[in-house]
T-cell receptor, first 114, second 113 residues
Framework: NAGVMQNPRHLVRRRGQEARLRCSPMKGHSHVYWYRQLPEEGLKFMVYLQKENIIDESGMPKERFSAEFPKEGPSILRIQQVVRGDSAAYFC????????????FGDGTRLSIL | QQQVKQSPQSLIVQKGGISIINCAYENTAFDYFPWYQQFPGKGPALLIAIRPDVSEKKEGRFTISFNKSAKQFSLHIMDSQPGDSATYFCAASKEAGYSTLTFGKGTMLLVSP
């Protein structure tokens, strides 16, 4: 049973380019969370999605960041016009649904901005 | 505003010793408290979790102690092993499963042989 799959594992972009991070949840999981981890920091919540719906985006920066979880395919976190401060590890977690179910994390995408 | 405060930032323990990591929270609406273990280059993996209706939960060498009145909880690793060397994060959420996790800043544990 494959876990949460994130790709790419490492992504290098120049300032002003776009970054697309993909997350395939565990089989049967319909809830996806994105978190960002800066060096020496814990993970910070960005956005929570279910299939075709954004449930909570309170942690997402208002500009340049967007996320989707289409009916078919992986969840995508998109960062437009990247800046140096976007350099971080981005983690996706998935959840089957129902009370008392833990979030399962992928191994993250390390984004570096030149 | 940091809603979950974790200490210490780093910890060195000898093999066979007890590792203790502490967390304190502010939001009384939190009712689910997991601990995650993270190795370099990997994502966080759930280690153990507790709800506030119990004061202690033990799984193997790992124990969570929970003090609701003090709004504090801690992770104890008994008989610490070099393989336990990792970063540990406490977290909290308002409802197990659905709600977003608020993480502490992490504790880097090194268990010396």
């Amino acid at each position: 049973n494959a876990g949460v799959m994130q790709n790419p594992r490492h992504l290098v972009r120049r300032r002003g380019q776009e970054a697309r991070l993909r997350c395939s949840p565990m089989k049967g999981h319909s809830h996806v969370y994105w978190y960002r981890q800066l060096p020496e920091e814990g993970l910070k919540f960005m956005v929570y999605l279910q299939k075709e719906n954004i449930i909570d985006e309170s942690g997402m920066p208002k500009e340049r960041f967007s996320a989707e979880f289409p009916k078919e395919g992986p969840s995508i976190l998109r960062i437009q016009q990247v800046v140096r401060g976007d350099s971080a590890a981005y983690f996706c977690a998935s959840l089957e649904g129902g009370a008392s179910q833990p979030q399962h994390f992928g191994d993250g995408t390390r984004l570096s901005i030149l | 505003q940091q809603q979950v405060k974790q200490s210490p930032q780093s910890l060195i323990v000898q093999k066979g010793g007890i590792s203790i990591i502490n967390c304190a929270y502010e939001n009384t609406a939190f009712d689910y408290f997991p601990w995650y273990q993270q190795f370099p280059g990997k994502g966080p993996a759930l280690l153990i979790a507790i709800r506030p209706d119990v004061s202690e939960k033990k799984e193997g060498r790992f124990t969570i102690s929970f003090n609701k009145s003090a709004k504090q909880f801690s992770l104890h690793i008994m008989d610490s092993q070099p393989g336990d060397s990792a970063t540990y994060f406490c977290a909290a959420s308002k409802e197990a499963g659905y709600s977003t996790l608020t993480f502490g800043k992490g504790t880097m544990l090194l268990v010396s042989p």
